[in-house]
């Protein structure tokens, strides 16, 4: 649909899972697939949502090759908001208002990076 419609950008959000479902892996993590562009969105993008969640692990922004972010046209990325799994990220991901802070975070992430590309 992105490709069709010549979207500027594709954002992909996910909620993580640890396999055998352990308690001590929580943390934020934003995957890009190649390009400057779509690592600036992913810096940009892990940069805010690390600011509404404090105390939330950096996993870091990583190259990807998900389905979703390696065949689009745009610069697009794939963003980690929590463990569903982990202690920490569980108990937050289950508040309405942490997740309202994350899509804000998520926006304004993506506002910054538009701003620096014009």
Do not use: C
């Amino acid at each position: 649909l992105a490709n069709n419609t010549d979207a500027d950008i594709f954002v992909s959000i996910h909620a993580n899972a640890s396999i055998g479902k352990k308690k001590d892996i929580n943390g934020l993590e934003t995957f890009y697939y190649k390009g400057w562009k779509g690592r600036l969105l992913a810096k940009r993008i892990q940069k805010e949502i690390l600011r509404v969640s404090p105390g939330s692990p950096d996993r870091g922004v990583k190259q990807g090759r998900f389905y979703v972010i390696k065949n689009t046209k745009m610069p697009a990325v794939l963003v980690e908001i929590g463990f569903l799994t982990g202690r920490l990220d569980a108990r937050r991901l289950e508040k309405t208002v942490h997740r309202k802070r994350i899509a804000y975070a998520i926006a304004k992430g993506i506002l910054e990076y538009l701003s620096k590309v014009g």
